[in-house]
Structure formats: structure tokens, C-alpha cells
């Protein structure tokens, strides 16, 4: 029987995004021959080029199209100096997080290779982190008081829900039980934030007792990033808000070589995923064929696995952890190569040719 036919929405983005997905698209055209992976990409141009020319930042009727017409979004890197508001960027990208409820991002972060980590003697590194990615500190509640005088007040609000805390906990959980992994550890500063706190307390134990096979345990914030630094090798999946669980994947990037071999998905199981590269749009780094492409292309293998099609992806991270291996990286990880050019080391580890 012929493989099902996904639909991939490809938005390239601003700065070194449409360099770096040039490549992560050409790997995926790669186990289209090789895996028997059967994909049709859509390329759409949302980005600061079209807000500009049409005041266009997510077309209407997007999420509907997305929602009805495709299985996954590959998306590049957003932000444009061009757009000092930065309004397009946070029109795309929270507007698709949000709009399809994107409520898991998801972030692995595995060391490909023992010289890229800035860590002495580590042991193995191998960890993913859940993210609550559609409320806490990032749902844009508050105001001010009296703004721009002697008095003023601002009040930035944190909002967690019962349901909201819920299911991201589970989803670290069933991921867990999923992949074989041994322990689920969650991640706040209720000893501080004490209403939020308990809530996120109070549910990870009652979705933990579901679990006896997994080791379930707590730490603070702060003694956790402490923790990544000096024992990186205990954590297995950690679950976190969406402020914390922003600042410890960054880490946690920067433990696994730094940002630009960091992938990561934001998703709604059983729906249209968005998935994109940790890093930024780099404007500096633009046009001059430099930017690193690896972090799109692990995840590009990000969205295959998710699509079902894990073979595809664990060729790919083989691939890319032997062209590292073998220097053949740019220059921000001591290489040589252009980014095309470790596109195309990569695709020669897929093809053989």
C-alpha cells in the first residue's frame, strides 16, 4: 500500500530563515527517495516582504486553510529591522500557535556531539522539555498606571487554567510512556508563586499517580538551571510553564552546541502542527551563506516523526550527527562550509551519492 500523501505548509520567513529552510527542504525531497516518505509542499510568502509591500501579516482565512487543507507547517525565522514593531512576526507565529491551540512546544535537546558543549566532561545529554505554549506570563494580560510619570505602574499577569496545566502535563507523561523514558521532572517557583504554584503542584501529582512506572519529581526553576549546567545527564523529560520553559530551553540549547542546531515543535496532537527552528532570523547573518542550517533540518526530522514517518527522522539526525562528526558544519560550530553546502553533506549521507 503507497504511503499517505501529507501536506506540508512551507513559510520560510524573514532574515536567514528562507537560506536555512532551502536546505531543510532539500533533505526532506532526500528520504522522499530514499524513505518512501510521500509529502507535497505548499510555500507560502508570509513574512516582512509581504507586510510591507501589502500590509498582509497572517492572510485571512489562514488558520481555517492550514486547519482543513494541510498535516504539518514548516516554518522558518521571523523579524525584520524593516518592522521595528515586530508586528508581522507576532501576527504569524503567536497567531498560529494561538489560533490552532498549539498548546506543546516541544524541545529536544541532545548533544550530536561531545565537542559541541561548552560543559567539561559531561555525561549524556539527552532530554526533551514540554513547554506550556498558550498562557502563563506570555498571555498578555496587565496594563499601566499612570504611564510615563513619577508614579507609574505596571502590572504584567500570569494566568495558568486547571485545563491549560492539565494537559500539558499529560502530554509530558504519555510522551514518556510513549519513548521509553524513565522520569518526568516538572520545573516552577511555587515556593514563591505560590497560587500558580499550587495549582501546577496539585496536578502533577494527580496525573503522576497515573503513571507508577515513571519516576515523577519537583524542582525550582533556579536550582533546575543550576542543575542543567553541572548534572545535564538526570533529566529525562522535564514539564514546564511558558516563561520558565522558555528560559531553560535556551539553556538547554546552549548545552547541545547553541541555538542553531535547535529544533522544536509547536503542537496540538491529532492536529496541524507548526514546526520551526529555535533561532532567531539573525538580519546580520543574511544572504552571506553562512547561517547554520541544522537546527531546521532536525526540524524538518521533528515533523516527520510526527507525521509517522520516524525512520525518515532518525535518518536524518544520523546524518546530520556524521556530518558534524566530520566537520562538515559552518562556521559557528568550527567549520568550513557554506549553508548549502552542509545541506548538501547531509543529503550524500541520505543517498549515498
Request: aromatic share 6%; with cysteine.
Amino acid at each position: 500500500m503507497p504511503a499517505e500523501n501529507k501536506r506540508i505548509a512551507v513559510v520560510p520567513g524573514d532574515g536567514i530563515g528562507p537560506e536555512v529552510i532551502a536546505q531543510a527542504v532539500r533533505v526532506l525531497e532526500c528520504v522522499k527517495e530514499t524513505h518512501d516518505v510521500t509529502l507535497e509542499l505548499v510555500h507560502f510568502d508570509w513574512g516582512a516582504d509581504k507586510f510591507l509591500r501589502e500590509g498582509v501579516t497572517l492572510p485571512t482565512g489562514a488558520l481555517d486553510n492550514l486547519t482543513n487543507e494541510f498535516d504539518a507547517i514548516l516554518a522558518g525565522a521571523f523579524g525584520d529591522p524593516r518592522v521595528p514593531s515586530n508586528q508581522h512576526a507576532e501576527d504569524i507565529l503567536l497567531g498560529m500557535r494561538r489560533g490552532l491551540d498549539l498548546y506543546i512546544n516541544l524541545r529536544p535537546v541532545k548533544l550530536l556531539d561531545p565537542r559541541l558543549t561548552p560543559l567539561r566532561n559531561p555525561r549524556k545529554i539527552d532530554f526533551v522539555v514540554f513547554r506550556e505554549n498558550t498562557e502563563g506570563a506570555y498571555c498578555g494580560a496587565g496594563g499601566f498606571l499612570k504611564k510615563g510619570t513619577a508614579d507609574e505602574v505596571a502590572t504584567q499577569e500570569e494566568l495558568n487554567t486547571r485545563r491549560g496545566v492539565e494537559r500539558i502535563i499529560l502530554a509530558a507523561f504519555e510522551y514518556a510512556r510513549a519513548n521509553g523514558r524513565r522520569k518526568v521532572t516538572m520545573a516552577d517557583k511555587s515556593n514563591v508563586q505560590r497560587f500558580g504554584g499550587d495549582l501546577w503542584q496539585r496536578v502533577f501529582k494527580e496525573v503522576a499517580a497515573d503513571y507508577p512506572e515513571i519516576e515523577a519529581n519537583h524542582q525550582y526553576v533556579d536550582a533546575m538551571a543550576m542543575f542543567m549546567v553541572l548534572d545535564p545527564g538526570q533529566y529525562d523529560v522535564i514539564v514546564s510553564n511558558n516563561l520558565f520553559g522558555d528560559i531553560l530551553t535556551d539553556l538547554g540549547a546552549a548545552i547541545q552546541g547553541g541555538l542553531g542546531l535547535a529544533a522544536s515543535g509547536n503542537i496540538h496532537p491529532g492536529r496541524v502542527s507548526l514546526f520551526e527552528p529555535v533561532h532567531g532570523s539573525a538580519p546580520a547573518l543574511a544572504g552571506k551563506g553562512i547561517a547554520n542550517p541544522v537546527g531546521a533540518i532536525l526540524t524538518s526530522a521533528m515533523m516527520l516523526e510526527y507525521l509517522g514517518n520516524k525512520p525518515a527522522s532518525e535518518a536524518i539526525e544520523k546524518a546530520v550527527s556524521e556530518a558534524i562528526a566530520q566537520d562538515e558544519t559552518t562556521p559557528d560550530l568550527g567549520g568550513s562550509l557554506s549553508t548549502e553546502e552542509v545541506g548538501t553533506a547531509v543529503c550524500r549521507r541520505l543517498t549515498g551519492v
